[in-house]
Protein backbone atom coordinates (compact mmCIF):
# COMPACT_ATOMS: atom_id res chain seq x y z
CA UNK A 1 0.00 0.00 0.00
CA UNK A 2 1.04 3.69 -0.48
CA UNK A 3 2.98 5.13 1.97
CA UNK A 4 0.43 7.72 2.68
CA UNK A 5 -2.20 5.98 3.00
CA UNK A 6 -1.06 3.49 5.29
CA UNK A 7 -0.38 6.28 7.37
CA UNK A 8 -3.53 7.91 6.69
CA UNK A 9 -5.16 4.61 7.83
CA UNK A 10 -3.28 4.20 11.26
CA UNK A 11 -4.29 7.79 12.07
CA UNK A 12 -7.83 7.10 11.52
CA UNK A 13 -8.00 4.20 14.03
CA UNK A 14 -5.69 5.24 16.63
CA UNK A 15 -6.56 8.54 16.90
CA UNK A 16 -9.26 9.18 14.61
CA UNK A 17 -10.03 11.63 11.78
CA UNK A 18 -7.12 13.55 10.06
CA UNK A 19 -3.74 15.23 10.56
CA UNK A 20 -0.91 17.68 8.08
CA UNK A 21 1.46 15.26 6.28
CA UNK A 22 4.84 16.12 6.28
CA UNK A 23 7.96 14.56 4.83
CA UNK A 24 11.60 14.25 4.82
CA UNK A 25 14.32 12.21 3.66
CA UNK A 26 17.32 9.78 3.52
CA UNK A 27 20.55 11.20 2.17
CA UNK A 28 23.70 10.12 0.14
CA UNK A 29 26.93 11.53 0.17
CA UNK A 30 28.95 11.79 -3.21
CA UNK A 31 32.30 12.56 -1.46
CA UNK A 32 33.32 14.02 1.87
CA UNK A 33 33.02 11.56 4.33
CA UNK A 34 33.93 12.01 8.12
CA UNK A 35 35.20 15.55 6.81
CA UNK A 36 31.55 17.60 8.61
CA UNK A 37 32.72 17.29 12.09
CA UNK A 38 36.15 18.31 11.63
CA UNK A 39 35.15 21.50 9.81
CA UNK A 40 35.54 20.80 6.36
CA UNK A 41 33.62 20.13 2.70
CA UNK A 42 30.74 17.62 2.14
CA UNK A 43 28.95 17.05 -0.79
CA UNK A 44 25.50 15.27 0.06
CA UNK A 45 21.49 15.26 -1.08
CA UNK A 46 18.58 14.21 0.03
CA UNK A 47 17.14 10.84 -1.80
CA UNK A 48 14.10 9.15 -2.79
CA UNK A 49 13.56 7.28 0.31
CA UNK A 50 11.41 9.30 2.68
CA UNK A 51 10.14 9.32 5.87
CA UNK A 52 6.37 10.47 6.39
CA UNK A 53 4.09 11.59 9.61
CA UNK A 54 0.65 12.48 10.03
CA UNK A 55 0.47 14.82 12.61
CA UNK A 56 -1.92 16.85 14.63
CA UNK A 57 -2.17 18.63 17.82
CA UNK A 58 -4.01 17.43 20.53
CA UNK A 59 -4.68 20.34 22.99
CA UNK A 60 -2.80 18.60 25.71
CA UNK A 61 1.18 18.48 26.13
CA UNK A 62 1.12 15.12 25.57
CA UNK A 63 2.75 13.21 22.34
CA UNK A 64 1.33 10.51 21.61
CA UNK A 65 3.25 8.30 18.68
CA UNK A 66 2.52 5.26 17.03
CA UNK A 67 5.06 3.66 14.48
CA UNK A 68 3.54 1.48 11.79
CA UNK A 69 6.86 -0.40 10.63
CA UNK A 70 7.66 -0.87 13.82
CA UNK A 71 3.88 -1.34 15.12
CA UNK A 72 4.51 0.43 18.26
CA UNK A 73 3.37 3.24 20.76
CA UNK A 74 4.69 5.80 22.57
CA UNK A 75 3.57 9.06 24.67
CA UNK A 76 5.18 11.05 26.43
CA UNK A 77 5.33 14.71 27.66
CA UNK A 78 7.23 17.66 26.68
CA UNK A 79 10.05 18.19 29.95
CA UNK A 80 13.45 16.60 30.12
CA UNK A 81 12.46 13.70 32.78
CA UNK A 82 9.80 12.67 30.18
CA UNK A 83 12.25 10.66 28.09
CA UNK A 84 10.53 7.89 26.32
CA UNK A 85 12.07 4.52 27.19
CA UNK A 86 12.50 2.95 23.19
CA UNK A 87 15.18 4.72 20.56
CA UNK A 88 13.05 5.35 18.25
CA UNK A 89 10.75 7.56 20.36
CA UNK A 90 13.63 9.35 21.59
CA UNK A 91 14.74 11.16 18.69
CA UNK A 92 11.31 12.62 18.20
CA UNK A 93 11.48 13.33 21.95
CA UNK A 94 14.29 14.45 21.65
CA UNK A 95 13.58 17.16 18.61
CA UNK A 96 10.84 18.45 20.75
CA UNK A 97 13.23 19.22 23.47
CA UNK A 98 15.74 20.94 21.63
CA UNK A 99 13.37 23.06 19.83
CA UNK A 100 11.93 24.36 23.49
CA UNK A 101 15.37 24.68 24.26
CA UNK A 102 15.97 26.90 21.65
CA UNK A 103 13.29 28.87 23.00
CA UNK A 104 10.62 27.42 19.98
CA UNK A 105 6.81 26.16 21.21
CA UNK A 106 5.78 23.14 21.14
CA UNK A 107 2.94 21.59 22.29
CA UNK A 108 1.03 17.96 22.19
CA UNK A 109 0.56 16.07 19.38
CA UNK A 110 -0.85 13.12 18.04
CA UNK A 111 1.39 11.42 15.12
CA UNK A 112 1.85 8.71 12.97
CA UNK A 113 4.39 7.79 10.69
CA UNK A 114 5.99 5.43 8.61
CA UNK A 115 8.81 5.03 5.90
CA UNK A 116 11.11 3.54 3.17
CA UNK A 117 14.42 4.25 4.36
CA UNK A 118 16.17 1.70 5.08
CA UNK A 119 17.22 1.27 8.36
CA UNK A 120 21.04 0.53 9.86
CA UNK A 121 22.23 0.85 6.38
CA UNK A 122 23.80 4.16 6.72
CA UNK A 123 21.22 6.13 4.72
CA UNK A 124 20.51 8.45 7.43
CA UNK A 125 16.90 6.85 8.57
CA UNK A 126 17.27 8.77 12.03
CA UNK A 127 18.43 12.18 10.49
CA UNK A 128 14.89 12.05 7.95
CA UNK A 129 12.97 11.57 11.24
CA UNK A 130 14.53 14.26 13.11
CA UNK A 131 14.09 16.83 10.34
CA UNK A 132 10.83 15.62 9.36
CA UNK A 133 9.56 16.23 13.14
CA UNK A 134 11.31 19.77 13.49
CA UNK A 135 10.17 21.14 9.81
CA UNK A 136 6.43 19.83 11.42
CA UNK A 137 6.80 21.47 14.74
CA UNK A 138 8.36 24.44 12.96
CA UNK A 139 4.85 24.98 10.63
CA UNK A 140 2.52 23.65 13.02
CA UNK A 141 3.46 25.45 16.62
CA UNK A 142 6.32 28.55 15.53
CA UNK A 143 4.49 29.98 12.42
CA UNK A 144 8.03 28.75 10.41
CA UNK A 145 9.93 31.32 12.35
CA UNK A 146 12.79 28.79 12.88
CA UNK A 147 15.20 28.88 9.74
CA UNK A 148 16.04 26.00 8.02
CA UNK A 149 19.85 26.40 9.91
CA UNK A 150 18.74 25.92 13.21
CA UNK A 151 16.39 23.03 11.97
CA UNK A 152 19.46 20.96 10.85
CA UNK A 153 21.12 22.14 14.07
CA UNK A 154 18.14 20.57 16.16
CA UNK A 155 18.40 16.99 14.39
CA UNK A 156 22.04 17.03 15.31
CA UNK A 157 21.58 18.10 19.09
CA UNK A 158 18.86 15.35 19.35
CA UNK A 159 21.58 13.05 18.07
CA UNK A 160 24.00 14.08 20.54
CA UNK A 161 22.09 14.56 23.55
CA UNK A 162 19.38 11.85 23.47
CA UNK A 163 20.98 9.35 21.04
CA UNK A 164 24.89 9.19 22.30
CA UNK A 165 25.83 9.96 18.54
CA UNK A 166 28.77 12.66 18.23
CA UNK A 167 27.88 13.74 14.66
CA UNK A 168 28.70 16.02 12.19
CA UNK A 169 25.76 18.62 10.45
CA UNK A 170 25.97 16.97 7.26
CA UNK A 171 22.99 14.02 7.30
CA UNK A 172 20.31 17.05 8.92
CA UNK A 173 21.64 19.94 6.62
CA UNK A 174 20.65 17.56 3.52
CA UNK A 175 17.65 16.06 4.92
CA UNK A 176 16.79 19.34 5.76
CA UNK A 177 17.78 21.61 2.95
CA UNK A 178 17.92 18.26 0.04
CA UNK A 179 16.70 19.50 -3.24
CA UNK A 180 15.81 17.83 -6.53
CA UNK A 181 18.33 16.70 -9.06
CA UNK A 182 21.01 19.20 -6.92
CA UNK A 183 23.69 17.92 -4.58
CA UNK A 184 24.53 20.05 -1.80
CA UNK A 185 28.25 21.70 -1.40
CA UNK A 186 28.44 22.22 1.76
CA UNK A 187 30.77 23.62 4.05
CA UNK A 188 30.56 22.22 7.62
CA UNK A 189 32.54 25.46 9.29
CA UNK A 190 30.40 28.25 7.55
CA UNK A 191 27.56 26.38 6.85
CA UNK A 192 27.70 28.51 3.32
CA UNK A 193 26.06 25.88 0.84
CA UNK A 194 25.66 25.72 -2.99
CA UNK A 195 23.20 23.65 -4.68
CA UNK A 196 25.45 21.68 -7.86
CA UNK A 197 22.52 20.19 -10.15
CA UNK A 198 23.28 16.56 -10.26
CA UNK A 199 21.86 14.32 -13.25
CA UNK A 200 24.75 12.78 -14.97
CA UNK A 201 23.52 11.84 -18.73
CA UNK A 202 24.84 8.06 -18.72
CA UNK A 203 25.21 6.92 -14.87
CA UNK A 204 22.59 6.03 -12.59
CA UNK A 205 24.09 6.23 -8.26
CA UNK A 206 23.46 2.46 -7.14
CA UNK A 207 23.28 1.85 -3.45
CA UNK A 208 25.00 -1.71 -2.73
CA UNK A 209 23.84 -2.67 0.96
CA UNK A 210 26.22 -4.96 2.48
CA UNK A 211 23.07 -6.23 4.97
CA UNK A 212 26.30 -5.83 7.71
CA UNK A 213 23.91 -3.39 10.36
CA UNK A 214 24.82 0.03 10.94
CA UNK A 215 24.50 1.73 14.19
CA UNK A 216 26.51 4.33 15.06
CA UNK A 217 26.00 4.58 18.79
CA UNK A 218 27.43 1.23 18.84
CA UNK A 219 30.42 1.61 16.92
CA UNK A 220 33.71 3.21 17.27
CA UNK A 221 32.29 6.51 15.50
CA UNK A 222 32.89 8.56 18.24
CA UNK A 223 36.06 7.61 18.82
CA UNK A 224 37.30 8.42 15.32
CA UNK A 225 35.97 11.95 15.95
CA UNK A 226 37.86 11.77 19.39
CA UNK A 227 41.30 11.27 16.98
CA UNK A 228 40.70 14.13 14.87
CA UNK A 229 39.84 16.44 18.06
CA UNK A 230 43.26 15.45 19.34
CA UNK A 231 45.54 15.87 16.22
CA UNK A 232 43.62 19.43 15.74
CA UNK A 233 44.39 20.09 19.40
CA UNK A 234 48.13 19.39 19.37
CA UNK A 235 48.28 21.21 15.84
CA UNK A 236 46.67 24.47 17.74
CA UNK A 237 43.61 24.43 15.51
CA UNK A 238 40.03 24.43 16.08
CA UNK A 239 39.74 21.48 13.78
CA UNK A 240 41.71 19.66 11.29
CA UNK A 241 39.68 22.16 8.62
CA UNK A 242 43.03 24.20 8.14
CA UNK A 243 45.71 21.48 8.87
CA UNK A 244 47.65 20.14 5.73
CA UNK A 245 50.09 17.27 5.69
CA UNK A 246 53.18 19.20 6.37
CA UNK A 247 51.91 20.39 9.40
CA UNK A 248 50.74 16.94 10.38
CA UNK A 249 54.48 15.42 9.76
CA UNK A 250 55.60 18.11 11.76
CA UNK A 251 53.80 16.57 14.80
CA UNK A 252 54.12 13.14 13.88
CA UNK A 253 56.30 12.25 16.80
CA UNK A 254 53.94 13.53 19.69
CA UNK A 255 50.64 11.75 18.37
CA UNK A 256 50.04 7.90 17.93
CA UNK A 257 50.77 6.19 14.57
CA UNK A 258 46.57 5.58 14.83
CA UNK A 259 46.00 9.20 15.14
CA UNK A 260 48.32 10.38 12.23
CA UNK A 261 46.49 7.70 10.02
CA UNK A 262 42.82 9.61 10.59
CA UNK A 263 43.68 13.02 9.92
CA UNK A 264 45.38 11.99 6.91
CA UNK A 265 42.75 11.01 5.77
CA UNK A 266 40.65 13.53 6.77
CA UNK A 267 43.10 16.47 5.23
CA UNK A 268 42.86 14.13 2.03
CA UNK A 269 38.98 13.75 1.87
CA UNK A 270 39.02 17.80 2.30
CA UNK A 271 40.69 18.19 -1.05
CA UNK A 272 39.15 15.25 -2.53
CA UNK A 273 35.29 16.91 -2.26
CA UNK A 274 36.66 19.94 -3.94
CA UNK A 275 38.13 17.71 -6.95
CA UNK A 276 35.14 16.29 -7.46
CA UNK A 277 33.14 19.57 -7.29
CA UNK A 278 35.48 21.14 -9.58
CA UNK A 279 35.39 17.93 -12.50
CA UNK A 280 32.01 17.59 -12.03
CA UNK A 281 31.70 21.49 -13.24
CA UNK A 282 33.89 20.31 -16.00
CA UNK A 283 32.32 17.11 -16.76
CA UNK A 284 35.08 14.88 -15.95
CA UNK A 285 32.89 12.01 -14.72
CA UNK A 286 36.12 9.71 -14.59
CA UNK A 287 37.92 12.33 -12.12
CA UNK A 288 34.88 12.19 -10.15
CA UNK A 289 34.90 8.13 -9.99
CA UNK A 290 39.12 7.58 -9.48
CA UNK A 291 38.50 10.25 -6.52
CA UNK A 292 35.48 7.99 -5.32
CA UNK A 293 37.92 5.06 -4.89
CA UNK A 294 40.39 6.91 -3.42
CA UNK A 295 37.89 7.88 -0.57
CA UNK A 296 37.70 4.23 0.01
CA UNK A 297 40.80 3.37 0.26
CA UNK A 298 41.39 5.93 3.02
CA UNK A 299 38.42 5.00 4.60
CA UNK A 300 39.13 1.64 4.78
CA UNK A 301 43.09 1.49 5.28
CA UNK A 302 43.36 5.23 7.22
CA UNK A 303 40.44 5.32 8.76
CA UNK A 304 39.70 2.03 9.56
CA UNK A 305 36.03 2.27 9.18
CA UNK A 306 35.31 -0.65 6.28
CA UNK A 307 34.52 -3.99 7.21
CA UNK A 308 35.56 -7.37 4.72
CA UNK A 309 32.14 -7.26 3.22
CA UNK A 310 32.37 -3.13 2.10
CA UNK A 311 35.91 -4.31 1.08
CA UNK A 312 34.72 -7.22 -0.84
CA UNK A 313 31.64 -5.29 -2.94
CA UNK A 314 34.37 -2.09 -3.57
CA UNK A 315 36.62 -4.61 -5.35
CA UNK A 316 33.43 -6.26 -7.50
CA UNK A 317 32.53 -2.85 -8.57
CA UNK A 318 35.91 -2.40 -9.88
CA UNK A 319 36.34 -5.61 -11.71
CA UNK A 320 32.94 -4.41 -13.28
CA UNK A 321 34.28 -1.55 -14.32
CA UNK A 322 31.53 0.94 -12.16
CA UNK A 323 32.94 4.30 -12.84
CA UNK A 324 33.25 4.96 -8.75
CA UNK A 325 32.82 3.29 -5.77
CA UNK A 326 33.09 3.92 -1.97
CA UNK A 327 31.86 2.87 1.47
CA UNK A 328 29.37 5.61 2.47
CA UNK A 329 28.40 7.25 5.55
CA UNK A 330 29.81 6.80 8.93
CA UNK A 331 31.27 3.54 7.63
CA UNK A 332 30.78 0.20 10.07
CA UNK A 333 28.65 -1.47 7.55
CA UNK A 334 25.77 0.05 5.71
CA UNK A 335 25.71 0.77 1.67
CA UNK A 336 28.63 1.83 -0.96
CA UNK A 337 27.46 4.16 -3.41
CA UNK A 338 28.37 3.56 -7.03
CA UNK A 339 28.24 5.95 -9.65
CA UNK A 340 27.68 3.04 -12.84
CA UNK A 341 27.70 4.00 -16.30
CA UNK A 342 23.69 2.90 -18.02
CA UNK A 343 25.71 0.20 -19.66
CA UNK A 344 26.82 -1.89 -17.56
CA UNK A 345 24.05 -0.97 -14.82
CA UNK A 346 21.84 -4.41 -14.86
CA UNK A 347 25.24 -6.21 -15.58
CA UNK A 348 26.61 -5.23 -12.57
CA UNK A 349 23.87 -5.36 -10.22
CA UNK A 350 23.88 -9.42 -11.48
CA UNK A 351 27.61 -9.76 -11.17
CA UNK A 352 27.81 -8.22 -7.45
CA UNK A 353 24.39 -9.58 -6.30
CA UNK A 354 26.08 -13.17 -7.39
CA UNK A 355 29.16 -12.87 -5.99
CA UNK A 356 28.27 -11.32 -2.57
CA UNK A 357 25.77 -14.31 -2.46
CA UNK A 358 28.56 -16.92 -3.29
CA UNK A 359 30.63 -15.10 -0.95
CA UNK A 360 28.69 -14.24 2.28
CA UNK A 361 25.52 -16.78 1.63
CA UNK A 362 22.93 -13.90 1.35
CA UNK A 363 22.12 -11.30 -1.32
CA UNK A 364 22.97 -7.35 -0.85
CA UNK A 365 20.02 -5.28 -1.26
CA UNK A 366 20.48 -2.95 -4.29
CA UNK A 367 18.99 0.78 -4.61
CA UNK A 368 18.81 2.68 -7.51
CA UNK A 369 18.42 6.65 -6.07
CA UNK A 370 17.80 9.34 -7.45
CA UNK A 371 18.36 13.07 -6.01
CA UNK A 372 15.39 14.57 -4.20
CA UNK A 373 13.69 16.98 -2.28
CA UNK A 374 14.13 16.81 1.65
CA UNK A 375 11.69 18.09 4.57
CA UNK A 376 8.51 19.48 3.97
CA UNK A 377 4.69 20.05 3.87
CA UNK A 378 2.83 17.85 1.52
CA UNK A 379 -0.11 19.86 0.61
CA UNK A 380 -2.43 18.27 -2.34
C1 LIG B 1 27.43 9.79 9.89
C2 LIG B 1 27.31 11.08 10.68
F1 LIG B 1 26.06 11.21 11.20
C3 LIG B 1 27.66 12.28 9.83
O1 LIG B 1 27.65 13.45 10.61
C4 LIG B 1 29.03 12.09 9.15
O2 LIG B 1 30.08 12.29 10.06
C5 LIG B 1 29.12 10.72 8.49
O3 LIG B 1 28.75 9.68 9.37
C6 LIG B 1 30.50 10.44 7.99
O4 LIG B 1 30.82 11.31 6.96
O5 LIG B 1 26.50 9.72 8.86
Known amino acids: ?123 SSSAALESCFAFAINDLFNDNTIDKFELAKIGQSTEHNYCGVNCGIMDQFASVFGKKDCLIRLDCRSLEYEYFPFKIDGYKLVLVDSVVKHELVDSPYNKRRESCERVAKRLGLETLRDADMEMLDAVKADISAEDNMRARFVIGEKERVLGVCDSLNRGDIATVGRLMYETHEGLSKD ?78
Not at 91 to 98: A, D, L, N, Q
Not at 316 to 334: L, P, Q
Not at 340 to 362: L, M, Q, S, W
Open 303 to 380: YEVSCEELDFLNDVAKECGVTGSRIMGGGFGGCTINLVPNEIHDKFIETVTAKFNERYGHEPKIYDVVISDGARRLDD
Open 1 to 123: MELKNKISEAFASHFGGEGTFYTSAGRINLIGEHTDYNGGFVFPGAIDKVIMAEIRPNGTEKVNLYSVDLNDSASFGLNEADAPSQQWARYIFGVCRETIKRGGSVKGFDAVFAGNVPLGAGL
